[in-house]
């Protein structure tokens, strides 16, 4: 069994994501390979920033290669339509308000994967305690999820796409 739990992720962010892919591991290998190259030829790489820097950002890339590769190979594909039936899916926008905080006093959350993320919206895995509460309730239902702190309640407020 992987340790690594599925993401899931529209058919446009899997795409984006392969296409991602692609071209670090082709166009991007080859110019930090030119990059490094040039540096040594620089000579002594104790001291040779340009060398130091051309490393790094390899490194950097080939992380982020990593971490695109385990994301596509757990990947499952979700409908990234906004949902028509009024309940919280996938890609949806929702306005929570926590029990005890004023009625004016709600935040917004996109739920879906980070790769997926909407402006400056924080970002609700489906996957996780609040996502899985959330999941398929509609707008004036009370769900209740496990928190580090203990169970937490929050009313559905608005959802959007």
């Known amino acids: ?9 529209t058919r446009d962010t899997y795409e984006r994501l392969q296409a991602e892919l ?3 591991t082709t166009r991007g290998r080859v110019e930090i390979a030119a990059l490094i190259e040039a540096a040594r030829a620089l000579g002594d790489l ?3 920033g340009d060398y130091h820097a051309a490393k790094d950002s390899q490194g950097k890339m080939e992380s982020r290669i990593r971490q695109l ?5 757990n990947a499952t594909v979700v409908d990234g339509a906004a949902p028509s039936d009024g309940k919280v899916a996938h890609s949806s926008v929702v306005t929570l308000r ?3 905080d004023d009625e004016d006093d709600t935040a917004d ?6 790769e997926e993320r909407q402006g400056d919206l924080t970002v609700v895995s489906p996957g996780s305690p609040l996502g899985q509460a959330l999941m398929g309730h509609a707008v004036g239902e009370t769900v209740e999820y496990a928190a580090p702190g203990g169970s937490l309640r929050v009313e559905i407020v608005k959802i959007g796409a």
């Open 22 to 24: 692609e071209d670090l």
């Open 109 to 114: 959350y996109f739920v879906g994967s980070i």
């Open 46 to 48: 104790k001291e040779n």
């Open 98 to 100: 926590y029990e005890g």
């Open 1 to 9: 069994m992987s340790d690594v739990p599925d993401t899931q992720l």
């Open 69 to 73: 590769e385990r994301m596509l190979k």
